[in-house]
Every structure is written in C-alpha cells, then in structure tokens.
C-alpha cells in the first residue's frame, strides 16, 4: 500500500465516523424530524442533545443557524434583565 493510499483510507474512514455520528443523531430525532417541525422544535431538540452531538452538525442537519439557536436559547433561558435591558425598558 501506497503513502498516498494510507492517506486516502485514513481520509475515508474519518468521513465514515462523521457520516454514522450524523446517522446516530438523525436517528434519535426521527420523532421531531416526522412532519414540518418549526424552527423552536428544532432549537429545542438540539438543546435537548446538546451533551451527546455538537451544535453545529445538529444545525447543519436540521437546516437552521447557529447564530439562530444561541440567540434562541439566550432569549427563553434568561431570567433576569441585564442592566442593558433594563435600561431600555425606562
């Protein structure tokens, strides 16, 4: 085998962990995923997964944003005001 074949097959076998780990996680959100889900749905699967799939594979594969999930989870997990928006509220 070839420098260059070991190459090619330690290429494709990392492709081939990625692709099972979107496998897995596509799998556990079958349910949500069965139908139209809102973008809340999908913001709230992806918290609910957090700890075992990254956010940006989970935001890749259900077509939304990152930027588009922090701002959501900032704005329903904040429950205090910050001095910033207490000022604007006077």
């Not at 780990?21 to 556990?28: A, C, E, N, Q, V």
């Not at 139209?36 to 077509?63: H, K, Q, Y």
Request: with cysteine.
């Amino acid at each position: 085998m070839t420098p260059a074949d070991r190459d090619e097959l330690t290429r494709l076998r990392k492709q081939v962990v990625e692709q099972e780990k979107d496998i897995s996680f596509l799998k556990k959100s079958v349910g949500v995923l069965c139908g139209e889900p809102s973008v809340v749905e999908r913001f709230e699967l992806m918290a609910a997964e957090c700890a075992d799939t990254g956010i940006s594979r989970m935001a890749r594969l259900l077509g939304v944003s990152t930027s588009g999930y922090y701002d959501h989870k900032n704005r329903f997990t904040t429950t205090e005001m910050t001095s910033l928006r207490q000022r604007r509220r006077t």
